[in-house]
């Protein structure tokens, strides 16, 4: 690989209040590749995620997505440069409509048609829901919602949290082609993602988090082929798993 | 801000103010030369006026103090703290105007005044965990109108907006005099023994809230303060907590109140429960420095001073721009709460912590840890 | 929001208006929800801005009565530079004096609100005790400043003249200002509902009031749009003040203040961030001090204090409170 990495971490840490929870995070993420980040609870995979898209403050180290320095910038600044989040609750506005929801997904000139049509023929329901409100939808709706709003726009980046979380196996199929769509399109993903038989489908790349830093690299399929690495970075395995 | 020397080694003086020092020479000199003039004001002062100037610094550093523990201590914004003055005040006021000047007539009026800002106090407090803190300001803006509404309205009772006029215990009293020469130079009677009543009460009450916020109770409220969630997770029932700092802060405020009504033998609605006072005890207690109470105090007499001197300097800055009509208007000395105003705004913008608290973060002085 | 959760509150008014009706003969009745249908309205235009500014960016300003009192002078002002036109029985006219007055109080109100929002709220965003005290020594600065540049006497202001009077409906006189007042209020309410829905930035707000972070992550600059709400709050607001001076034919520097503890009873009773629940709110705030005001005028303020707790009881966050936070 001698290509640049399209977001580079290095030394990264985030303090929330008094409490250092991102103690030197050093990632790379490549494009038109889906990068896994996994870990136990309390890691700092979301803190990592969050600093990233400039919700939280990084504290030291810099961070910067093809040639942007993003440690400066806002989080709408940061949008723009092309980078889309779905965070682990989601983010959908319960109290606007399926319709309004994707709309905040999209540019200043709204909807393109071409675009629209598209990120329906993939999600059908939405369709049916235009105009409910988003609150209506069940947890795993609301996921495909989130997706799809994300993918209004070209992006260069999908940051996405836990997607799987919570959801019935029906769902996680559902999603899984989703995302299986949105890689074979060439897209750019982090993801953070604790079902391990979806990251190891998924992941071209896989780092693992431990305390604040990242512990291992390396290709997802050594990982997934590697059982005692499995049970001694995540506690599990991925033959338990299927 | 508290020493860390084990209590059993501490001077007599460092034990009386519970570890607790202005924590900075400025500060502590500030305080020192106010307890030495609220000491000895009847003799340092001619005129009753000077006097009962003083007596109400005394009862403003209660209440101010006391709004502090709410404030800065516990992390409430209450509009209300004025319902708890004006209840003692109108316990005393109540029981004294409706059956004649006894001690069992205060000591009752007394009791019922602070027991029901206590439970008002408590009631505050539960309301507080109960809607959001948001909401929570406001509904004590809104429970403080109706107080006074109901003050002014309950006529029968409360004698309206004119208040009600008493007469004192004896001892209290101004006519009473023991003995016709002066002791000391100070002419002995119920003028001076009303004083002393009150500034002797004041000065327990503030060393017992500087006791209390240093105490095991007193830094749990700070933790609560800094994060409830956490004091919670830690077993620290939070609504336990607030309640009882809430009745004591209630319960002082209405002490004070008390001492309010025996100074001028009088109350009524805007002597005790105008929103004016409550303002007043915001400037004091942020100008002063939150969560110090010795920031409160001192704010108590600047406020009190401010109120006395400033319309005298207005007024000269008043006549001096007399040539330009808006100017000399932004000088008219009834404009004193203008420029109180904006100082308080400075204050909140660029010193939040305050006189005391900016003097202590300058750490010139090293606190005895 | 399940279409129950809103219909209740809306059920609640009726509820109000018929507990009034059982209460007090027929054509008081009349009289009294006019006056209170008025003093609704205008009481929706104060704090309608208020509203979204809590929702929308967790800002206390315990201010917004300043907006009011200076939208009220400003109308005062041009009330009294133009006599003729108040005293003129031409509709035309009198619109003409009105629009004038409006404009006036919302130019005012606005301009104080963007230098406030400039120089004040953004030093103290997300930091809700130096928000409240800030907030509070402004409305007293405002307040001063109001005396030095007005004086502090109370200015008379003059119902333009083909407002006075009323009309006479069913045996009862209901005022003709009141009747403009509360169309203007609901023409208003509709035209606000109508951005909030179906324009751009109606739907960025209102997704900024559930989850201002979010909407920020999307790409918003939801900075620039506060300040504009603001503004805009500010400018309701005096519009607000505009119309109630006119109607108590008197304004003072104490308007602002003294109607604080009743906006902000609105503002709680509606939920924060809802435009639909403040409408109702000052409806039945409206209402209520309508026909306690005639039944028992003593317990005016109690009972929209009550009215409060009991709706907080039954919700504790308002009626149509919005978003998760």
Known sequence: MTEQPLLVLKGVHTHIGRYHILQGVDLEVYAQRVSVLLGRNGAGKTTTLRTILGLWRASAGEISFDQHRLNTLDPPAIARLGIAYVPENMGIFSGLSVRENLLLGTGPKGFRNSRLEEVLASFPLLREKWNLPAGTLSGGQKQILAIARAMMLPRRLFVVDEPTKGLAPAMVDVLLDAFLRLKEGGATILLVEQNFAMAATLGDDAAVMEDGRIVHVSSMAALAQDEALQTRLLGLSLASHQ | MHSFSPPSRRSFGLRLLSGDTPGHPVASFLMAVLVFVLAFAPLLFAGTRAVATAARVAIFVVLAASYDLLLGYTGIVSFAHTLFFGLGAYGVAIALAGSGPSWSALFVGSAAGIGFAALLGIGIALLSLRVRAIFFSMITLAVASVGQVLASQLHDITGGEDGLTFSVPPLLSPSFHPFTEPVLGVRIDGRLNTYYLIFVVSLVLFLLLLRLVNSPFGRVLRAIRENEFRAEALGYRVVVYRSLASAIAAAMAAIAGTLMALLLRYNGPATTLSFSIMIDILLMVVIGGMGTLYGPAIGAALMVLAQYYLEPALQFLAELTAPFPLLSAVFQPDRWLLWLGFLFMLVVMYFPAGIVGSLRARGLYSQTR | MKPSERTLPVLLVLLIAALGFAAMPFTDWLTLSAAGLAMGMMLFLMVAGLTLIFGLMDVLNFAHGAFITFGAFAAGTVFARFPQ??????????????????????????????????????????????????????????????????????????????????????????????????????????????????????????????????????????????????????????????????????????????????????????????????????????????????LAPKLALLSNILLMAAILLWRPRGLLAAGGR
Do not use: C
């Open chain 3, 85 to 294: 036109l108040v005293a003129s029985d031409r509709w035309e006219e009198n619109f003409l004096i009105l629009a004038l007055a409006a404009l006036a109080a919302a130019l005012l109100s606005g301009a104080l609100g963007f230098g406030f929002e400039r120089v004040a709220i953004r030093r103290v965003y997300g930091a809700h005790l130096r928000q409240i005290l800030l907030t509070t020594g402004a409305l007293i600065v405002a307040e001063q400043l109001a005396i030095v540049i007005w004086g502090p006497d109370a200015i008379p202001v003059l119902k333009p003249a083909g407002l006075r009077g009323s009309f006479l409906i069913a045996g009862a006189a209901i005022e003709k200002y009141r009747v403009v007042a509360a169309l203007f209020g609901l023409f208003v309410f509709l035209l606000l509902q109508g951005i909030l829905a179906h324009t751009r930035i109606g739907i960025i707000v209102r997704a900024g009031v559930e989850n201002r972070e979010m909407v920020e992550a999307l790409g918003y600059r939801i900075r620039p749009l506060f300040a504009g709400v603001f503004v805009a709050g500010a400018a309701l607001a005096g519009i607000g003040g505009a119309m109630w001076a006119t109607y108590a034919a008197t304004v003072t520097a104490s308007l602002g203040s003294d109607l604080t503890v009743l906006i902000f009873i609105v503002v709680i009773i509606g939920g924060l961030g809802s435009v639909g629940g403040s409408f109702l709110g000052a409806l039945l705030v409206g209402l209520v001090t309508n026909y306690v005001g005639f």
